[in-house]
């Protein structure tokens, strides 16, 4: 079994690359500070989306867009969470 970084992985034989239930990835911290605050901008660009959107959309689809943000937010979260296990 292997544990790679995101850098590594150009340096393992092609034979191995394939073979993905063997070797996994470690995300670096600098890494995961970079992947957060990308969450962050996502949720809050999303807010300012939908707020806008609320303005000028029915409210029936107003309404959609608030569900399917929802949504997205909390897949977001749950991937930052698991970020941080």
């Known amino acids: 079994?292997?544990?790679?970084?995101k850098q590594d992985m150009p340096k393992i034989d092609n034979s191995l690359k394939h073979n993905y239930d063997h070797y996994f990835l470690i995300v670096m911290p600098?890494?995961?500070n970079e992947i957060e605050k990308l969450i962050d901008t996502m949720?809050?660009?999303?807010d300012d989306l939908v707020d806008n959107l609320?303005?000028?959309?029915?409210?029936s689809l107003a309404?959609?867009?608030v569900m399917f943000h929802e949504s997205n937010v909390t897949n977001l979260k749950k991937i930052k969470e698991f970020l941080n296990k």
């Open 1 to 5: 079994m292997g544990v790679y970084s």
């Open 30 to 32: 600098e890494e995961k």
């Open 43 to 46: 949720i809050s660009n999303g």
């Open 54 to 59: 609320k303005t000028v959309l029915p409210n």
């Open 63 to 65: 309404d959609s867009m």
